[in-house]
């Protein structure tokens, strides 16, 4: 390995990408073949025999085999090849990718910012006016996500809470909002406020039981309390109407105006719009606050966190709550957005979802967790034409990514404080 | 003489079968140094637990007085986050640092206790909460700069060297405003250059700030030349307590640290 290392140039690099992982040649063509034969047989019954029941006749489909074989002998080599450069490179994909570099670069330069803030304010501003209908309401989806993902990067990003029930809270902001508006005919932004109060004290009731465990137990457990909120919906038929749900929940009212389906869909997205921003200027302050640095450092170390003084029940509970509390507004967002709710849209696949988004994207990172939530939402929805490959593409991002940037694709900085003496003391890079 | 700061009488922890702390007692003044030595295994670390609230002692009681005025608080079965509020601040002989936080991250943690802003504050940013934050960053840099981490400021904790690791462990919890200072083992893996300055460090923030230091130690000549009390725990039991010469000249404890066997 060594010698491959200090080897440079075009030969080096050919065999670094022969020999990646082996000792030698030789070890990494027995390697491949080895590979090659594995897929070859798993997948020997069902691409080779073809069988006919009513002809009863049996198809050997050998050149399938040829072509599988064939395929996972090269792509070993290139999967290897990944790993090594990896391997290679470890010390500086720990530290940033090109993208990074170019934000922080970005970032750190006033009139640069501000450009690149309107870059992005501009297009988001008028998506809904050049796109249609369609485009518009895949991407309010998408902002929906954005928002539930930035509330659960709260619990698990920032206090290392692992928590897989996230989306109950999501569904009590649902309900809510749809119960409310059929018996009393609360309105939407009556109920955006009364949501996010509601999620942050079911946040609160459901969190202090389960805050005692960590890691593992927490996560079963947050689990089955997503369950049963789900199953509570789906069976308590008197009062949620069980799995046929509610309909007819009322859109955002805009001045007592009557809109049309395209006009309700733009206003949507603009709600959306202005509660993503109100999402991420709260999540990006909290997150650099005296809060913020507590929920890290229990994150990191909790004995440590407590022996220097902070509660650990009250900061937990902070961070389950106000995850909950964005989860309830989004919820609220949700009923109005589809005028109808059951249960099927609370299941744990939307916890799971929600949860790649934050892993995925960065946990602990605002722009991470929005990366993330762009592709795992819009990827597949511009997959649909390739319907029957879309889980498995969704899939094979999800382990290409876990493999080759575990910390996620954009991952959390650290802030530079400034302090008395800033410019006199060399800072510590 | 005055009162204690910290009175610990008769405590007894268990764990299982093991007793691994057998009726101890033990004192510390203001503005003390004072050492608990003992051989592997004694119950040091145990000892320290029991007293910050990580462990709850199975019995005797933990008293805690910060301004000496006679009128001591019992802190057994208190949480540790309470105990780090009256005022006892400690270091882990296994550093436990926040590896991910930088240098001045990890001392601001240690402020969070003395501070009280919370989420209105931290989202509003209101003046109170700025003028909070900047006075966090400044002490905090500020004892930074006390033990001597200026240069490392901006550096993650998980990158800086093993004894730098230690100061910056001790600046954590200077951070928490303590009375009482409790270090496991701070000299631990350090070279005797450092070891030197450490001691001159440890010195120089008792007559600093006035506070007591409490500490655990194998470096017999760091122990011997700047406590002014030391104790001595061997299998859980406390076999002697004085001035260092008294110790030193201890038969007691000059049996415990050559492992005697049992003749009689
Ligand atoms: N959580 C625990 N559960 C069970 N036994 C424990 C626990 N913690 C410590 N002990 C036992 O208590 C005894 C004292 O351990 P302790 O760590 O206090 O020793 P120490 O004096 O700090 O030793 P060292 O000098 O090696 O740090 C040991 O026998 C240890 O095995
Ligand atoms: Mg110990």
Redesign the interface.
């Given at each position: 390995m060594n010698n491959t290392l200090n080897e440079t140039g075009h030969q080096g690099a050919l065999r670094l990408l022969l020999s990646a992982g082996c000792h030698s040649i030789p070890h990494a063509l027995r390697k491949s073949a080895m590979v090659a034969a594995w897929f070859a047989f798993l997948t020997f019954p069902i691409l080779v025999i073809k069988v006919n029941t009513i002809e009863n006749t049996v198809a050997w489909r050998w050149e399938n085999m040829l072509a599988i074989a064939v395929a996972t002998f090269f792509g070993s080599y290139v999967w290897r090849w990944l790993l090594a450069r990896k391997e290679i490179k470890r010390d500086e994909a720990k530290r940033e990718s090109v993208a990074e570099r170019l934000l922080t670069k970005v970032q750190s330069h006033p009139i640069l910012k501000l450009a690149g803030l309107a870059a992005i304010a501009i297009p988001a501003v008028l998506y809904p006016q050049v796109f249609d209908l369609y485009q518009t309401n895949i991407m309010v989806s998408c902002l929906v996500f954005i928002v539930l993902g930035l509330g659960l990067n709260i619990v698990v990003g920032l206090a290392g809470l692992l928590d897989l029930g996230y989306v109950a809270f999501y569904a009590v902001g649902a309900y809510a909002y749809a119960l409310c508006n059929l018996h009393w005919g609360i309105g939407f932004w009556t109920m955006l406020p009364l949501g996010a109060a509601l999620g942050t004290i079911m946040g609160v009731i459901l969190g202090f039981p389960v805050l005692r465990l960590r890691g593992d137990y927490l996560a079963i457990v947050t689990l089955g309390f997503g369950e049963i909120i789900r199953l509570v919906l789906e069976n308590w038929g008197d009062v949620t109407k069980g799995p046929s749900g509610i309909s007819n929940i009322a859109r955002p009212e805009f001045f007592g105006m009557k809109l049309t389906i395209a006009q309700s869909t733009m206003y949507m997205y603009y709600i959306m719009l202005g509660l993503l921003v109100l999402t991420i200027?709260?999540v990006s302050?909290?997150q650099h606050?005296?809060?913020?640095?507590?929920w890290?450092?229990l994150r990191?170390?909790e004995?440590?966190?407590?022996?220097?003084?902070?509660?650990?029940v009250k900061t937990k509970l902070?961070a389950f709550a106000?995850g909950a509390t964005w989860a309830g507004m989004a919820g609220v967002v949700f009923a109005a957005r589809t005028t109808f709710i059951n249960p099927a849209s609370f299941t744990f696949w939307e916890s799971a979802m929600i949860l790649s988004i934050v892993v995925i994207g960065g946990m602990g990172s605002i722009r991470g967790v929005i990366a993330g939530a762009i592709i795992l939402i819009l990827v597949p929805e511009y997959l649909r034409e390739f319907s029957e490959f879309r889980m498995l593409l969704f899939g094979a991002i999800m382990v290409m990514v876990m493999v080759f940037r575990p910390q996620g694709l954009i991952s959390a900085k650290?802030k530079?404080?400034?302090?008395?003496?800033t410019s006199e003391?060399?800072?510590?890079? | 003489m005055s009162n204690p700061v910290l009175n610990v009488k008769a405590v007894d922890k268990d764990f299982g079968g093991i007793r691994a702390l057998d009726d101890v007692d033990l004192v510390v003044h203001q503005k003390e140094i004072v050492a608990l030595i003992g051989p592997n295994g004694a119950g040091k670390t145990t000892f320290f637990n029991c007293i910050t609230g990580i462990y709850a002692p199975t019995s005797g009681d933990v008293l805690v007085d910060p301004k000496a005025t006679g009128d001591p608080v019992r802190v057994n079965g208190k949480k540790p986050n309470k105990v780090t509020e009256l005022g006892m601040a400690r270091t882990f002989q296994n550093i436990r640092l926040f590896p991910s936080m930088t240098a001045l991250e990890n001392v601001m943690i240690g402020t969070h206790c003395r501070t009280k802003s919370a989420v209105f504050g931290a989202i509003t940013r209101c003046k109170a909460t700025r003028n909070e934050e900047q006075a966090v960053i400044d002490r905090s840099y500020e004892l930074l700069k006390l033990v001597g981490l200026d240069q490392y400021v901006n550096e993650t904790s998980a990158n800086m060297p093993y004894g730098k690791q230690r100061r910056l462990e001790i600046a954590r919890a200077l951070a928490t405003d303590p009375f009482l200072l409790l270090l496991d083992e701070p000299a631990a893996g350090m070279n005797p250059q450092e070891t030197h300055d450490l001691e001159k460090l440890i010195v120089d923030l008792r007559d600093r700030f006035d506070i007591a230091i409490m500490l655990i130690e194998h470096d017999m000549k760091m122990v011997m030349s700047m406590s002014d009390r030391i104790y001595v725990l061997d299998y859980g039991r406390m076999i002697a307590d004085g001035t260092p010469r008294e110790v030193a000249e201890n038969p007691a404890v000059i049996k415990a640290y050559l492992g005697e066997s049992d003749d009689d």
């Open positions: 200027f709260c302050r909290l606050s005296r809060i913020g640095r507590a890290l450092a990191e170390d004995i440590a966190c407590q022996a220097m003084g902070i509660d650990k902070l106000l650290r530079i404080y400034t302090y008395k003496g003391a060399g800072s510590g890079q | -």
